[in-house]
């Protein structure tokens, strides 16, 4: 493990989580930033799924896939900061919806689960041939980080670095996490009603004899979502399915930064003991940060967002 102590402050984690998704930290952003006016709305067609995605053509030679976590978007603040500094760094990016992400419930009739892999592996490979950069990087937050460790062990396309900001490793683990702390399960539960009721909006056939708006915790509403709405029995093979396997850190074969910290209030910092310890893949620790934060005092600037810049450019 690489142990990191940036200059994290404030030390609650809690301050440190909220203020990753705060939109306060969107006035880092220039009043036009360059990699918005130069963004372009991209369909991504497969197979399996409809895709959208937002792409910032740039001059150099990389390009970095950005992924949200559970219930944000393309536009999510921590995603629209990281793309700003590596734009400006000279890297194109392109900020990528799941499923059901950043008001496209329309595009899919079935519903985003987060086993769903096969179709996003499939998203990326498209992207990796459409557009044929030399190094392409791939960057995921929260639930995006559990993602992108998965798609990096799954493509066969070549990829120059992946990044897992705050990554579930033990999905069970994280989910009690967020049930047992109020605030946390208050803020998920009216995110994720709100996207069940925008998908129920489109496809209300979906949700015949599912009175879902009854359930009041987090832990019911999965168990009862897995049954009704995917091809596992229980939530534990659910959760299972999408768990970061000892087999799939062996499956990634391209340079892998896991970066967590260790009071983490979503995710415990324990579950990473679980990785291998193999030369492409490393976890970079920090004492402070919350759940995807890693703020640097009044500034607001995150020191995760400096340090990938700095990884993938080689500054």
Same mark, same amino acid.
């Given at each position: 493990?690489?142990?990191?102590?940036?200059?994290?402050?404030?030390?609650?984690?809690?301050?440190?989580?909220?203020?990753?998704?705060?939109?306060?930290?969107?006035?880092?952003?220039?009043?036009?930033?360059?990699?918005?006016?130069?963004?372009?709305?991209?369909?991504?067609?497969?197979?399996?799924?409809?895709?959208?995605?937002?792409?910032?053509?740039?001059?150099?030679?990389?390009?970095?896939?950005?992924?949200?976590?559970?219930?944000?978007?393309?536009?999510?603040?921590?995603?629209?900061?990281?793309?700003?500094?590596?734009?400006?760094?000279?890297?194109?990016?392109?900020?990528?919806?799941?499923?059901?992400?950043?008001?496209?419930?329309?595009?899919?009739?079935?519903?985003?689960?987060?086993?769903?892999?096969?179709?996003?592996?499939?998203?990326?490979?498209?992207?990796?041939?459409?557009?044929?950069?030399?190094?392409?990087?791939?960057?995921?937050?929260?639930?995006?980080?559990?993602?992108?460790?998965?798609?990096?062990?799954?493509?066969?396309?070549?990829?120059?670095?992946?990044?897992?900001?705050?990554?579930?490793?033990?999905?069970?683990?994280?989910?009690?996490?967020?049930?047992?702390?109020?605030?946390?399960?208050?803020?998920?539960?009216?995110?994720?009603? =709100?996207?069940? &009721?925008? /998908?129920?909006?489109?496809? %209300? +056939?979906?949700?015949?004899?599912?009175?879902? @708006?009854?359930? #009041?915790?987090?832990?019911?509403?999965?168990?009862?979502?897995?049954?009704?709405?995917?091809?596992?029995?229980?939530?534990?093979?659910?959760?299972?399915?999408?768990?970061?396997?000892?087999?799939?850190?062996?499956?990634?074969?391209?340079?892998?930064?896991?970066?967590?910290?260790?009071?983490?209030?979503?995710?415990?910092?324990?579950?990473?003991?679980?990785?291998? =310890?193999?030369? &492409?893949? /490393?976890?970079?620790?920090? %004492? +402070?940060?919350?759940?995807?934060?890693?703020? @640097?005092?009044? #500034?607001?600037?995150?020191?995760?967002?400096?340090?990938?810049?700095?990884?993938?450019?080689?500054?």
């Amino acid at each position: 493990m690489i142990i990191c102590q940036p200059p994290i402050w404030p030390k609650n984690p809690h301050i440190q989580s909220f203020l990753a998704s705060s939109r306060l930290r969107l006035r880092l952003l220039p009043k036009e930033p360059r990699f918005i006016k130069q963004a372009q709305q991209l369909i991504i067609d497969t197979e399996l799924v409809m895709l959208e995605g937002v792409y910032s053509p740039n001059q150099g030679s990389q390009l970095v896939i950005i992924l949200h976590g559970w219930e944000g978007s393309a536009d999510s603040t921590y995603v629209q900061l990281l793309a700003h500094r590596l734009y400006e760094a000279g890297c194109s990016v392109l900020r990528l919806n799941m499923r059901d992400h950043g008001g496209t419930h329309h595009m899919n009739e079935a519903l985003f689960h987060s086993c769903r892999i096969e179709e996003m592996v499939m998203a990326l490979d498209w992207i990796v041939d459409r557009f044929e950069y030399q190094d392409i990087s791939l960057c995921g937050f929260s639930l995006g980080g559990n993602f992108a460790l998965r798609m990096a062990a799954y493509t066969e396309k070549k990829l120059s670095n992946v990044f897992a900001i705050s990554p579930p490793i033990n999905p069970h683990n994280a989910m009690l996490a967020i049930q047992n702390t109020r605030i946390y399960h208050a803020y998920f539960m009216k995110k994720w009603r =709100r996207s069940l &009721q925008l /998908k129920q909006d489109h496809f %209300p +056939h979906l949700f015949e004899g599912h009175d879902w @708006q009854q359930e #009041s915790s987090l832990a019911d509403l999965t168990a009862d979502f897995v049954v009704r709405h995917t091809d596992y029995p229980k939530a534990e093979d659910y959760f299972a399915g999408y768990r970061i396997t000892p087999k799939i850190i062996q499956n990634i074969d391209t340079d892998a930064q896991i970066i967590s910290s260790w009071d983490d209030p979503v995710i415990p910092f324990t579950d990473l003991s679980t990785i291998d =310890r193999l030369p &492409q893949v /490393k976890i970079v620790g920090t %004492p +402070h940060g919350g759940h995807c934060g890693f703020i @640097q005092g009044l #500034s607001l600037h995150s020191w995760v967002e400096a340090h990938i810049v700095k990884e993938v450019c080689h500054e």
